[in-house]
């Protein structure tokens, strides 16, 4: 969860790869993996989409035990805000979101009126 995170653990982090444009989202959930490396996109085994990931600086030692990194993915799932606007997350997020304006590489991000339901903290959509 991302309220589990701290930011020294993100110490060794060298930057934030977004998959998609993330400025329309209210809500990212974030999450420490266990990767085989440092950099690269990472495999993706959960239900729903990878919004994003971090890659590391080349300092970043891997684990003894298990020879992975910890790096932070970025994710959403099929009953989140951006895909069902009326779901369970209406007017509050799941604990290990953030809002993706607030996320930057050693820096966990945090949860923003907007990320909690908000609307008048969204950008107008454009006409379709």
């Avoid at 990472?42 to 003894?64: F, N, V």
């Avoid at 606007?85 to 907007?114: F, H, I, N, Q």
Wanted: proline fraction near 12%; glycine fraction near 6%.
């Amino acid at each position: 969860m991302s309220s589990l995170i701290t930011n020294d653990e993100l110490t060794h982090e060298h930057d934030i790869v977004w998959l998609e444009p993330v400025d329309t989202l209210d809500y990212v959930r974030q999450s420490l993996d266990r990767l085989p490396t440092r950099r690269g996109r990472p495999p993706y085994h959960r239900d729903g989409r990878m919004i994003g990931y971090a890659t590391l600086t080349p300092q970043a030692k891997p684990s003894r035990a298990s020879g992975t990194f910890l790096r932070r993915v970025f994710w959403l799932t099929p009953n989140d805000r951006d895909t069902t606007p009326d779901g369970l997350y209406t007017k509050c997020t799941p604990a290990e979101a953030v809002d993706p304006r607030t996320v930057s590489a050693r820096e966990k991000g945090r949860k923003t009126p907007r990320s909690e339901g908000d609307r008048h903290d969204r950008p107008t959509p454009p006409p379709a």
